[in-house]
């Protein structure tokens, strides 16, 4: 009885001996990097494990060869250009035997940091109108209202663009503002105020006016539609 136990244990680990294990093996994958537009990323580093692995080129592209065993997952990490965030999670990776579907793309976006944003402002209905952002100067709109600034910030932070009338009071509204928010990537964007002047009563009959005149309000000329750059 105890021959019998020990000839079927030695079988046992016999057959377990003889089980193959499984062997690591050679995956291909592409990666592509992009920022928020969808504009490709040159030159990004792609690490495994903390070792780089590969090198995105013109087209954002980097084409991997990740060394595993099949079913398992690799998390590969960008190192994003300056001025850009880091993704937060890794690109997660299934290593499987995609011979007759060719290599799997997987992608990664870098956000930017910070932002340039051109302004154009158009004060419709008046021109020579001064205006400031973040409570500085920022220009005064030429005589068909156009004029331009440049803003610099965050993604997603809101700026006041305000139109300081405090010399025409006969323009309406008075001080109007205009609320911009920054995109998250680089680009143009239109600040449009329109204004119009204040029609006064006229004065009853034997009744003079002692009070100055206002100072005329410029009228915009050729004011024509004003498109995003």
Avoid: W
């Avoid at 990666?31 to 494990?49: I, Q």
């Avoid at 990740?66 to 990490?77: K, Q, S």
């Avoid at 680009?187 to 009959?205: G, M, N, S, Y």
Wanted: contains cysteine; neutral net charge.
């Amino acid at each position: 009885m105890v021959a019998h136990k020990l000839s079927l244990l030695a079988l046992l680990l016999l057959g377990s001996a003889c089980t193959p294990r499984a062997t690591s093996s050679e995956y291909r994958v592409r990666l592509l990097v992009t920022n928020v537009p969808g504009d490709p990323l040159a030159k990004v580093p792609v690490f495994l494990s903390g070792k780089q692995i590969g090198l995105t080129d013109q087209d954002g592209h980097a084409n991997l060869t990740i060394v595993g065993r099949e079913g398992m997952r690799a998390n590969l990490r960008v190192q994003c250009p300056p001025n850009h965030r880091q993704p937060t999670e890794p690109v997660a990776v299934g290593l499987f035997d995609y011979a007759t579907q060719g290599a799997p793309e997987v992608s990664a976006v870098c956000e930017q940091e910070h932002v340039r944003q051109g302004v154009i402002v158009h004060a419709s209905g008046a021109g020579g109108i001064g205006y400031s952002l973040r409570g500085q100067p920022a220009g005064t709109t030429d005589a068909s209202g156009i004029g331009h600034a440049l803003l610099e910030g965050e993604p997603g932070e809101t700026i006041d663009l305000v139109f300081d009338t405090s010399e025409y009071p006969d323009l309406q509204p008075a001080n109007p503002s205009v609320r911009l928010v920054l995109g998250n990537h680089d680009d143009a964007v239109l600040a449009e105020q329109r204004f119009e002047i204040k029609r006064h009563k006229p004065l009853k009959k034997g009744r003079s006016h002692g009070s100055k005149p206002n100072k005329a309000a410029p009228v915009a000329h050729n004011d024509g539609p004003v498109r995003n750059r």
